[in-house]
């Protein structure tokens, strides 16, 4: 059974991190891409970031740019989004994802899920 498992979601104040972990079983997903996505409450789900199988190539929304890290460790199979400057607007759940790389950027429908991890940012 494959699987994606995020972990670190929480809540913080505004202008304070978090790091969220993705860690995926069941199968090697070092050779997909991965992505990270969020919906926030009465909105549809939107993409935040994405990085390549060998994590060469990284991908953010204008909204998290210069404050979000993507980041992935395929020895563990694990993607990683280091969340820094948080924002209330950042509040939301967050998904994980993998495919392949033009699934999981903007715009793209990722095969495999996870469950969510939530985020809320106070003011």
């Known amino acids: 059974q494959v699987q994606l498992v995020e972990s670190g979601g929480g809540l913080v104040q505004a202008g304070g991190s978090l790091r969220l972990s993705c860690a995926a079983s069941g199968r090697t997903f070092s050779s997909y891409a991965r992505g990270w996505f969020r919906q926030a409450p009465g909105k549809e789900r939107a993409f935040v970031a994405a990085i390549s199988w060998s994590g060469g190539r990284t991908y953010y929304a204008d909204s998290v740019k210069g404050r979000f890290t993507i980041s992935r460790d395929n020895a563990k199979n694990t993607v990683y989004l280091q969340m820094n400057s948080l924002k209330p607007e950042d509040t939301a759940v967050y998904y994980c994802?993998?495919?392949?790389?033009?699934?999981?950027?903007?715009?793209?429908?990722?095969?495999?899920w996870g469950q969510g991890t939530q985020v809320t940012v106070s003011s």
């Open positions: 994802a993998a495919d392949d790389l033009p699934e999981v950027i903007s715009g793209g429908t990722p095969s495999y």
